[in-house]
């Protein structure tokens, strides 16, 4: 039984973190649904936009397997940048996107949690004044909609960078966001909080680099693992991820790899067949 995971929100859950800053996650038990079907999960998880890339979840996901190591978990990627908690509402389209892939994955899962991260375009007082009445709808409905009433909810809180960049007069109310998203963990059955203090972003100062992106899916895990709120940085995060770096790939995801290098052109067919014959011994 695959252990899945909704992945809804906004940009910084879709992921923007640049592939190319971090070594990849890789790994035959940590699978991600496409078409209603599981494939390996390969990075960018999301494809909301072509500037999708590097997102928190592989490294919740390659945590959680660690955790759980002859279990499977799947990630069921819905988030999609720029989005509002008004895009999000119940009856709209992204809602109904989430139940209905949420549903198909559960033809062949359990659905065993739901990964949150928005706050960006609500970034005001009144936005934060109403983001639990606008988010309590929202997570009911997909509870109720799901059968899964006591599924936990992680929701992560907005960075420190965002008045820092060309945007930063947009995101002066960041820190009323994250305290409603505080208070609305706090005040909620099984939903927890993970900060965002220390974690830094790509040039732009609106989305978590890939590097940062790692270390944000450690506290997800680390608040889902242990059913707390995470309100400052882990002393083992850096750790963690380098243990999910450093582990060694089994045959066949080293011949899989092979076959992704070879089917998008990155080496040739003499190349191909060499490395195979490595992978064999």
């Known amino acids: 039984m695959t252990h899945s995971f909704l992945l809804i929100g906004q940009s910084n859950i879709a992921g923007r973190g640049f592939i190319a800053e971090v070594p990849p996650v890789f790994n035959e038990s940590v699978k991600m649904l496409r078409n209603g079907r599981w494939q390996i ?156 203090t220390g974690l830094t972003a790509n040039e732009d100062q609106i989305h978590f680099n890939a590097v940062s992106q790692r270390i944000l899916g450690i506290r997800y895990f680390e608040a889902f693992n242990t059913r707390t709120h995470i309100t400052a940085p882990l002393t083992h995060e850096q750790d963690l991820v380098q243990t999910i770096y450093s582990r060694p790939f089994t045959r066949r995801e080293e011949k899989l790899l092979l076959e992704n290098r070879f089917a998008s052109g990155k080496i040739t067919l003499q190349e191909f067949r060499e490395q195979l014959v490595l992978i064999a011994g």
């Open 41 to 196: 999960m390969t990075e960018p998880i999301h494809n909301d936009r072509p500037s999708a890339g590097v997102g928190l979840a592989a490294s919740f996901a390659a945590a959680w397997q660690l955790n759980n190591l002859e279990e499977e978990i799947g990630l069921i990627p819905c988030a999609d940048g720029g989005t509002s908690l008004d895009d999000w509402a119940v009856g709209g389209a992204l809602f109904d996107n989430a139940l209905a892939q949420a549903k198909l994955a559960q033809r062949s899962s359990r659905l065993s949690g739901i990964l949150w991260h928005q706050g960006e375009n609500d970034c005001s007082a009144d936005g934060a004044a109403a983001y639990a009445e606008k988010f309590d709808p929202i997570v009911n409905e997909l509870r109720m909609g799901l059968n899964v009433p006591d599924v936990p909810l992680i929701v992560g809180g907005l960075g420190d960078f965002l008045t820092a960049g060309l945007y930063g007069n947009y995101f002066t109310a960041y820190p009323l966001v994250n305290q409603a998203l505080l208070q609305y963990a706090q005040t909620r059955n099984n939903c927890y909080f993970v900060t965002a």
